[in-house]
């Protein structure tokens, strides 16, 4: 579905207008799926207007009511609603159809600290930790449990393991490990235009080629701390 992968890449740009859009022509072409109606609870809630994304909530819960990603956006409504409890088991509901999703335990162990439940926070934490060893945030997490729970030792052993994981993060793995790849071409290019070419090139009102390659390019070069940059030359072609 264009219409919906064209939302879902807007977004990322939090461009929310264009992205709502998308999903609302979504809904319009194909109301009996929970796809437009779960991306526009997700436009709301992450702008932080939960109480509008709840009427498309009860909506996926309505055309689909065991659509497997339906608990994780109620998790999300929830957690920015303050209504932890609820979060926790709608948490809980997403962590039964999806084991592996890391960013759901972080949101469980989060919900969790936030309720005072803090060895079942940090159990959440260290699940998410098993996934992947390296997450930042839930060595950070863990420490700071550590330190509430009086653990001096344990969070002596979690400083250790949060420094190193910010050591041999992307953005300090650059400076260790430079990888450059060069793709040229002879077209000529306005030098001035340069970086327009990695931004978004597509309105809401044209559905033909999204003009997003380069932009998705340039998102996951740079989510693993890279960089993409054009050069260009009168007559010489770009690098």
Excluded: C
Aim: net charge negative; hydrophobic share 35%.
């Amino acid at each position: 579905m264009r219409y919906n992968d064209h939302g879902i890449a807007s977004f990322l740009q939090q461009a929310f207008d264009v992205a709502e859009a998308s999903w609302k022509e979504v809904e319009r072409l194909r109301p009996d799926l929970p796809d437009g109606y779960r991306n526009q609870a997700r436009r709301w809630i992450m702008s932080g207007q939960p109480s509008k994304a709840e009427p498309f909530l009860k909506k996926v819960d309505e055309v689909a009511p065991k659509d497997p990603q339906r608990p994780y956006f109620w998790g999300l409504y929830f957690e920015k609603t303050e209504e932890f409890e609820q979060a926790e088991q709608a948490y809980l509901a997403s962590l039964e159809v999806f084991p592996q999703d890391r960013d759901a335990w972080r949101r469980l162990g989060a919900v969790r600290y936030k309720l005072h439940k803090y060895e079942e926070s940090l159990e959440a934490y260290l699940m998410a930790l098993e996934i992947d060893p390296e997450d930042v945030e839930s060595h950070k997490r863990r420490l700071d449990i550590y330190r509430q729970l009086g653990k001096e030792r344990e969070a002596a052993e979690a400083q250790k393991a949060f420094e190193k994981a910010i050591e041999t993060s992307p953005a300090n793995v650059e400076a260790m490990h430079n990888l450059a790849l060069l793709i040229s071409d002879r077209k000529d290019r306005n030098p001035a235009r340069e970086l327009e070419l990695f931004e978004r090139a597509v309105s809401v009102r044209h559905y033909g080629g999204l003009g997003l390659g380069l932009w998705i390019a340039r998102q996951i070069v740079e989510a693993l701390g890279g960089r993409i940059s054009v050069e260009s030359q009168d007559s010489r072609g770009s690098t």
